[in-house]
Nanobody
């Protein structure tokens, strides 16, 4: 059974940093793209970043480019999202997701981790 478990969220002050983790299990993800999304209160889900597990190719949303870094640890089967210079508008539930490289939609999702940025 595929599981994506996020961790690392919490309450942080404006300007602070957080590193979110997504532990993936239940299958081999080498042929997958791992994505990070977020959903703020009252808003739709927004793409943040993605990393191709095998090639390491990375894609960032323009809204966060320069403040986030996505990475992976093959040995731990874990994907990370480092978010710096946090702003109140970064407050959201952050989700990890996985999709096959040849597909366009994500078919595995984690439960999410709450990030709250205080002003």
């Amino acid at each position: 059974q595929v599981q994506l478990v996020e961790s690392g969220g919490g309450l942080v002050q404006t300007g602070g940093s957080l590193r979110l983790a997504c532990a993936a299990s239940g299958r081999t993800f080498r042929s997958y793209v791992m994505g990070w999304f977020r959903q703020a209160p009252g808003k739709g889900r927004e793409f943040v970043a993605a990393i191709n597990w095998s090639s390491g190719a990375i894609n960032y949303a323009d809204s966060v480019k320069g403040r986030v870094t996505v990475s992976r640890d093959n040995a731990k089967s874990t994907v990370y999202l480092q978010v710096n210079s946090l702003k109140p508008e970064d407050t959201a539930v952050y989700y990890c997701a996985a999709r096959e490289q040849k597909k366009s939609s994500y078919n595995y999702w984690g439960q999410g981790t709450q990030v709250t940025v205080s002003s």
